[in-house]
């Protein structure tokens, strides 16, 4: 299974950007996917996540009233609308695959596949 992401950039705060990730795998092979980032000198943390038999995702506390994920089933495709962006949103976004259901869609260790990372940096 492969993950490109794409659409990272440099942009003010306050600014907007929309990431991108398509899949190699068949949906059907997919339960989920989902976005992580990782600040320098810092864990990865969950940022949200979306079913593929789902209309809507998951985020996390943190992002829920500026980010949105949503998908395209056709495009295979998942994006992460990022709005009214912080410089602390900077970071390396990756994102992630499972192929089977868990209820804590937030922890990583229900991810077995990984892209290789958009790096956002927000300027203040």
């Known amino acids: 299974v492969q993950l490109q992401a794409s659409g990272g950039g440099l942009v003010q705060a306050g600014g907007s950007l929309n990431l991108s990730c398509a899949t190699s795998?068949?949906?059907?092979?997919?339960?989920?996917m989902g976005w992580f980032r990782q600040a320098p000198g810092k864990e990865r943390e969950f940022v949200a996540a979306?079913?593929?038999?789902?209309?809507?995702?998951f985020h996390a506390k943190s992002v829920m009233d500026r980010f949105a994920i949503s998908k395209d089933n056709d495009k295979k495709t998942i994006y992460l609308q990022m709005n009214s962006l912080k410089p602390e949103d900077t970071a390396l976004y990756y994102c992630?695959?499972?192929?089977?259901?868990?209820?804590?869609?937030?922890?990583?260790?229900?991810?077995?596949?990984w892209g290789q990372g958009t790096l956002v940096t927000v300027s203040s």
């Open positions: 992630a695959a499972r192929t089977g259901y868990y209820s804590d869609s937030a922890a990583r260790r229900v991810y077995e596949y």
């Open positions: 795998a068949p949906i059907t092979s997919l339960d989920a």
């Open positions: 979306i079913r593929w038999s789902a209309n809507f995702g």
